[in-house]
């Protein structure tokens, strides 16, 4: 069974940073494409980034230059990087492999 488990989100400053982490279990991460999703309130849901099987990624232009994809498939994670974060990036975020998603992780952006 497909299981993912996020982590990671919190409240930032905007400039900030944070990490985020999604447990992987039922399956590999390293022989599959996997993304991360947001959904802002009020708002349809938003591809943020992906990673092919083949270790390619991919970002939205609202993304590009701040984020960044990685996985890790000794410990069966995968990972967003979130740096120079604004408000604009306030959403819940979930990692999911097609057809599957996570619970999410909340991340606001205020000062």
């Known amino acids: 069974e497909v299981e993912l488990v996020e982590s990671g989100g919190g409240l930032v400053q905007p400039g900030g940073s944070l990490t985020l982490s999604c447990a992987a279990s039922?399956?590999?991460?390293?022989?599959?494409?996997m993304s991360w999703v947001r959904q802002a309130p009020g708002k349809e849901i938003e591809w943020v980034s992906g990673i092919n099987k083949e270790g390619g990624t991919g970002y939205a232009d609202s993304v590009k230059g701040r984020f960044t994809i990685s996985r890790d498939g000794t410990k069966n994670m995968l990972y967003l990087q979130m740096n120079s974060l604004k408000p604009d990036d306030t959403a819940l975020y979930y990692c999911?492999?097609?057809?599957?998603r996570g619970q999410g992780t909340q991340v606001t952006v205020s000062s």
């Open positions: 999911a492999k097609y057809p599957t």
């Open positions: 039922g399956f590999s991460v390293s022989n599959t494409g």
